[in-house]
């Protein structure tokens, strides 16, 4: 059985880190959706290709999503998929960066992101919560800032 862990990050510091000169940043919502959807398949199939999971969500799902003002954020290298991000609000959710990565581009999309969101959104704190079989991500998640916090509301 597994068990969701709450994580928050109250956005009061951003660590240095520095994006590769061949990363980029794309945000979406449902203002410019239907002129990323061949970005958005792109990275949809670059998640199915790495990782089997029933919940993953496609471009059907992503339309409701932007609907409900849900925002989507790309990882991208030389203009090609390699990540994305959804925030509902405060709520971090879906994150997913390539194995094809290399060190420091997850915490640099993710932190990146963040702050957009921070500063955007006037938020003070971004919430997300992890399998706690997930080590992998509990260990990403801490070594952003985030801090365990047992009750939150989304």
């Known amino acids: 059985m597994s068990f969701k862990i ?3 990050h109250k956005l ?33 199939l670059l998640f199915n290709a790495e990782i089997l999971w029933e919940e993953m969500w ?35 959710y879906n994150a997913f960066v390539s194995k094809e990565r290399r060190d420091g581009d997850s915490a640099w999309f993710i932190q990146e992101t963040m ?9 003070e704190q971004i919430n997300l919560c992890v399998d706690d079989w997930n080590q992998r991500a509990i260990k990403f998640w801490k070594k952003l800032g985030f801090e365990f916090e047992p009750f939150f509301n989304y």
């Not at 702050?115 to 938020?123: A, G, I, T, V």
């Open 58 to 92: 496609d471009i059907k799902e992503s339309h409701i999503r932007f609907n409900s003002n849900k925002i989507l954020y790309l990882l991208l290298e030389s203009g090609s998929p390699l990540g994305c991000v959804w925030y509902n609000s405060s709520e971090l």
């Open 12 to 44: 009061e510091y951003k660590i240095p880190i520095q994006g590769r000169d061949t990363l980029s940043i794309l945000k979406i919502s449902k203002e410019n959706f239907n002129d990323n959807t061949s970005l958005i398949n792109g990275v949809t």
């Open 6 to 8: 709450d994580f928050i």
């Open 115 to 123: 702050w957009d969101m921070k500063q955007e959104y006037n938020l």
